[in-house]
């Protein structure tokens, strides 16, 4: 897909229609007729005797419906037909080349308002009509099916919800809401006027500035009956109506009926879950919230907050039952009796969870007063007690941006994060509890985009920004588990609680995992407080709270460099091939993070044992073993490779150093990547594998990595390059670093390097195909010799080809064009 700028002079404005809205699938037509009637004197004969796509102009349509070719065939096949012809001619001329205009310019338009004349949404009265996101997509999918073969409806509904047909649903939808109160915008909701014609007529009217009768009013409602309005040639005749004979042709064997039911929830005949869960988005982050927080929102917000209150604050499962057994023991003085005795759920409220509504439980417990007593104190709203401890512990999984503002101000503020990943797989676990769980995969998925509780790190982010704060303890999970005893010492000096050694000890005993299981007080928790037929499903589940409480149990459910490298190492070292061929390009240049992250000390102990008696190889294991920061000694002139987005590494590197950014086709560089990938694990089919390299969850998002290099090109310590480039024009590129790097070699020698670089030698060379991955374990260097190993490929350009589909390279077009999209209009500069 090409992407083009349409104006030179993006100031360049023509003349504003007068009125415009801007909708897709959304009830367009029905408000077009409405409104063309309504200005136009209820004008019914001329409105059936003329066409509503001449009436009213689709204000972008001549821009891309048809090339200048398929323009001239459409005239010339059309041209003993007058009538039809000057329909066509209208529909083909661009607005802003019209020669002449009526008085009261009507327009529709599909464009987003931030794409329209800034101006309209100043001066011009504006109709705005949404609809229904999913009624939507149904109606555009049957649309789409008088053209051409959808795909199925799941794969569709996909595409459409991650804005890649019209744009995203809400933010444009946004546009229009958030200038919803001037004077000269009308938000309409689609629904509203199915429900009731007649009062949506009164509306426009009123907005128009438009005076009718009663009978009128009747008239036009009834005018614009579904029924009557899907007789309506006029209204019925689209532009693709005149479409070329063969299109028309193909158009009738699908049905062409425009105007299709008109109504409200026909996205039930193609959805096909159950009943949705009814979610709002909040707050300044937009997090995914429950309806009765929307009923209880600034009772949260104003809650009083009181300086010797501490809270916990988690996202789910990430150690919250843990951190808050800890906190009340540690806030009342080490009272393991009372602990055992009052379940956790009373002695730590959970801030919002009364806020859920659950009065039922109360009638079912009238019969047993310790039980009732519980629940009570469980749906109680915090705002409505009449008695509070000294000091107050709770704990919550609110976002802080949601809670009240002076609880990080003035109150203890303890924020326990945890691997999203194990969260994800105990959060997983636990709601296996209550209902049958998908596939991990799609639950992931949800988890991902934010819709369980709200986007993970925003909400860590939110405390990571004020954890110097004195009042604040900002914790690990994985860092609570591997040595409890001085998380245990650290809340004791946050809390400014002071313990003996046989007290702190006490305390680490009762909180090992082992023992808290057992903790019948901690492990029940309030959904044990649930409806008896509740709690009788959730025992053929099986119910455990309190599951294992480890470290990287996600593992469970979870299933071009090179290149630059030896040219780069090659000119900064006098061009000494010898030494090159001797000596690993691994250990000649470091790849930065390496250590960090392949093994861990179990393996690192049993690799250096594997190599023992094999002084070479042991030398260049312990070299990339060592972290770059703990190395003794280090050459005079540093070379590092590293994959790490710049935002992760040291911020002066971009201002000092000098960096050689390389990028490569994103099609080229995920069929690579895929292709070693294989050496070591079986890939899943090529399609499911580029959604997951196109979300941006193997080595992060492309263009956002990318980006943050093409923003800094112009310094002159960055070298920006097109990996393309390298391969169509080595020598060229070779230059082109040694001017970078301020060295200077002879025409015979750059001839020198190109031939070492070009990818017949450079596949041969061992001393750069020998990758890390060949100082593995023995065991999973055999694995790998049955799955073919070859660490340098073809070195092509296109390569991608091989593994594209049609489909998967459209969709991969459109996603790249969307990212070239955003350079365009200067979102990338």
């Known amino acids: ?61 001549a821009t891309f419906r048809y090339n200048e070719e398929r323009k001239e065939e459409l005239l010339k096949e059309n041209a003993n037909d007058p009538k039809r012809l000057e329909t066509i001619k209208s529909m083909l001329t661009l607005e802003w080349e019209r020669s002449e205009y009526p008085e009261t310019r009507v327009y529709k ?25 999913k009624d939507m997509a149904v109606s555009a999918y049957h649309f789409g099916q008088m053209f051409f073969d959808q795909p199925p409806f799941e794969q569709y509904w996909d595409i459409f919800e991650r804005g890649l047909i019209w744009g995203t649903f809400f933010e444009q939808a946004k546009e229009a809401w958030d200038i919803r109160h001037q004077e000269n915008v009308l938000f309409v909701f689609y629904e509203d006027i199915v429900k009731d014609m007649k009062s949506t007529i009164l509306k426009v009217c009123k907005f128009l500035g438009k005076t009718y009768t009663d009978s009128e009013i009747d008239k036009l409602a009834e005018h614009m009956h579904i029924d009557n ?13 005149y479409d070329s004979k063969e299109e028309r042709a193909k158009r009738e064997l699908r049905g062409s009926n425009f105007i299709r039911q008109g109504k409200v929830d026909t996205y039930r005949e193609l959805f096909t879950t159950g009943k949705p869960w009814e979610l709002y988005q909040v707050g300044p982050k937009n997090y995914v919230r429950w309806p009765n927080y929307i009923k209880y929102k600034d009772e949260i917000y104003n809650f009083p907050i009181r300086k010797n209150d501490v809270w916990i604050n988690t996202l789910g499962r990430s150690g919250t039952t843990l951190m808050t057994e800890m906190v009340w023991q540690i806030c009342n003085n080490m009272d393991f009796e009372k602990g055992f005795e009052k379940p956790l759920i009373e002695r730590v409220p959970f801030f919002e969870y009364a806020t859920f509504g659950k009065k039922k439980l109360l009638k079912e417990n009238e019969n047993d007063p310790k039980r009732l007593e519980t629940v009570k104190h469980m749906l109680t709203l915090e705002w409505e007690r009449s008695e509070y401890p000294e000091t107050r512990v709770y704990k919550s999984h609110l976002p802080l941006s949601l809670l009240p503002p002076e609880l990080a101000k003035e109150a203890r503020l303890i924020y326990v994060v945890r691997n ?43 405390a990571w920004d004020i954890r110097h704060q004195e009042n604040v303890l900002f914790m690990f999970y994985e860092d609570i588990v591997k040595d409890m005893r001085s998380t245990i010492l650290k809340v004791c000096k946050f809390l400014g609680k002071t313990y003996t050694d046989s007290e702190i000890d006490k305390l680490t005993e009762h909180m090992h995992i082992d023992n808290f299981r057992k903790n019948a007080s901690v492990n029940k928790n309030y959904f044990d407080y649930d409806s008896k037929e509740e709690r009788a499903k959730r025992t053929l589940r099986g119910n455990n709270f309190i599951r294992q409480g480890k470290v990287d149990t996600y593992k469970e459910l979870f299933t071009r460099t090179t290149l630059m490298t030896e040219m780069v190492w090659q000119i900064c070292n006098d061009m000494d091939f010898e030494k090159g061929f001797e000596k690993p390009l691994i250990e000649r240049v470091p790849y930065f993070e390496y250590a960090t992250f392949r093994f861990n000390e179990e393996k690192k102990e049993k690799l250096l044992k594997e190599n023992a008696n094999d002084p070479k190889r042991l030398e260049t294991i312990k070299s990339f073993l060592t972290l770059e920061w703990e190395k003794t000694e280090y050459p005079e002139t540093r070379v590092y490779k590293s994959h790490l987005a710049l935002s992760l590494l040291p911020p002066e590197l971009a201002k000092e150093a000098r960096v050689i950014y390389v990028v490569r086709n994103p099609k080229d560089t995920a069929v690579s990547a895929y292709h070693f990938g294989q050496m ?60 970078f790097l301020g060295k200077t070699y002879t025409d015979s020698e750059i001839d020198k390097l190109a031939e070492h670089m070009h990818i017949d030698n450079f596949k041969k060379n061992t001393s750069v195909n020998g990758i890390y991955f060949d100082y593995d374990l023995k065991e999973e260097r055999a694995k790998r010799e049955t799955r073919s190993s070859n660490f340098i490929r073809q070195g092509k350009v296109d390569a991608y080809k091989e593994l594209f589909t049609s489909g998967v390279e459209e969709r991969a077009d459109k996603w790249i064009s969307i990212e070239i999209t955003l350079l365009i209009n200067n979102k990338i500069k």
Not at 111 to 127: C, M, N, Q
Not at 427 to 447: I, L, N, S
Not at 449 to 456: E, M, V
């Open 680 to 739: 070591f694990v079986d890939q899943p089919p090529f399609e499911q594998y580029w959604d997951i390299f196109e979300r941006g969850l193997i080595w992060g998002t492309f263009f956002e990595h990318a980006k943050e290099a093409w923003d800094i090109r112009h310094q002159e310590n960055v070298l920006f390059v097109f990996y393309e480039d390298i391969v169509k024009d080595m020598r060229s590129t070779i230059l082109k670093v040694c001017k």
């Open 1 to 61: 897909m090409v992407v083009k700028t349409l104006r030179k002079n993006p100031n360049e404005v023509r003349p504003l229609p007068e009125e415009l809205f801007n909708i897709m699938k959304k009830g367009t037509t029905l408000m077009t007729e409405m409104v063309w009637q309504i200005c136009n004197d209820m004008d019914f004969e001329k409105g059936f005797e003329k066409p509503l796509i001449e009436r009213v102009p689709y204000f972008e349509y």
């Open 420 to 462: 999203p990943k194990d969260m994800a797989a105990s959060a997983y676990h636990f709601g296996q509890m209550y209902f049958d769980q998908p596939p991990f995969e799609q639950y992931w998925d949800t988890f991902e985009r934010g819709l369980i509780w709200g986007t993970f790190f925003e909400q860590a982010k939110e």
């Open 229 to 241: 309005f899907r007789k309506n040639e006029s209204v019925n005749r689209n532009y693709f109506d």
């Open 109 to 133: 338009s599909h464009l987003p308002l931030s794409l329209l004349p800034p101006e309209l949404a100043k001066e011009a009265r504006v109709i705005y009509v949404v609809r229904n996101p």
